[in-house]
């Protein structure tokens, strides 16, 4: 019986470079890691460089199992790189645990990625064709091994000569012995963001919380198609590749992913969580949402379901003039046992994971505010136990419209089969799940919320993918050359 905690597509990885004088870096790396580790739970690791040699650790489990005192003792230089990754189910975690280093003929490499390269199959064949072997199924492998591989007299050039060859989505970090180099693919689909370190010198991190936990100051995007040096105190910058207009920005980051204290396009994550819960209590009040809601009043209180939905519950309350209240108390470690459960416990499923404040919705109305249902393994179970505590109705309320297509780009939704609103009407998802009712936030409201009408992705969505993918060829998205 497959154990079901979690419906939320999976980011893959966080990154993070620092060169910093006179500093410990590899601590450095570690306490930035922490802050990414909502991005991936499965592994992590640091790789540093003190301007001659390189030494790396990495393994499975979260960032403090993973960097044991003695682990850091070796990790000694003033250039590092981080990642943490998520990794699914059949894929060889350690295998594909980064950084991946290696030692090339312009001495050692190490390169930590997050998003996924559309064109990976292809390049890999391409390089086994020309007789290059590989320990990993991952495409950061790929990567590594065509940087060590291409012509030209400097780091820079051979990131843009492989640049040219990467389509998909790329937010990375590259070690060399003396510098550290952040790049990001030319439709800007993964965030990344640069600082100055209060001590002087650099640090880049997939999300701005990171770097102010560093204490940087002075934070900017990696602009699309940038490549930024890291290894003075001046940062230096190259355009390798033209930005593609409109940019292709994952507002996934916004609905899901990022930390609320993330800052990206110049956007803060928690106020559009806040104004998606608004502008999803606007389309209920005025009756123009998809689902079967159409009138104020229809709850009597409302309840996130927690952490993410909580800025939303909050902006809904505020609108709808709804009463907001903790309804669901969340575990947030059961999903990131290695243990597995009995059998008897096995049956308990989201039980194990979510208790009900009995009190807050017995003989209540209730409206509960989620961010998005991708399998929708977990909805139902949710509003069950919901009803087991007493509550009269449970309306479903969605922070997204539904999430229809797979994603290409980094992110793990499962196969379109498995999306719960692939090939379904909102009334026969909210049938499955068992609500009172259903709405979705329309796609519309969704970009008002963040604010902008065009330059994100929005391909889970719509279907309209920012890059041509073959949905025949391709069965697993980012997974695919994994299996
Ligand atoms: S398809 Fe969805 S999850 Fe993937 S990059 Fe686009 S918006 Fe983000």
Known sequence: MTLYLDDHPK?????MGI????????RMAFFGLFALQHRGQE?????VADGQTMSMHKGVGLVSHVFTPNAMMDLKGHYAIGHTRYSTTGSSSLRNAQPFMIETINGPLALAHNGNLINSAELRNELMQQGVGFSSSSDTEVMTMMLARNGGATWEERIKTAMKKWVGAYSLVILTRDCVYAARDPWGFRPLCIGLLPGGGHAVASETGALQTLGCEAIRDVK?????????????????????KPSAMCVF????????????????????RQRLGEELAREIINGHANGQTDSNGFAEVVIPVPDSSVPAAIGFSHVSGIPYNDGFIKNRYVGRTFIEPTDSLRKRGVALKFNVINENVRDRRVVVIDD?????????????LLRNAGAKEVHMAITCPPIAHPCFMGVDMGTQDSLIAHQRTVDEIRQMVNADSLTYLSLEGM????????????ACFTGQYPIPVDLTSVKTGFERVTK
């Open 372 to 384: 998005s249902i991708v399998r929708g393994n977990t909805t139902g179970p949710l509003i069950k």
């Open 43 to 47: 592994a992590a690791g640091i790789a």
């Open 11 to 15: 980011e893959e990885c966080g990154v």
């Open 19 to 26: 060169f910093a004088p006179n500093e410990d870096v590899a």
């Open 253 to 272: 980051e916004y609905i899901y992913f990022a930390r609320p204290d993330q800052t990206w396009d110049g956007i803060n994550v928690h106020h559009v």
């Open 447 to 458: 970009m008002r919320a963040v604010g902008r009408t065009d330059g994100y992705c929005q």
């Open 224 to 244: 699309p198609g940038e490549v930024v040096s890291l290894s003075n105190n001046a940062l230096k910058v190259m355009q390798a590749l033209p930005e593609v």
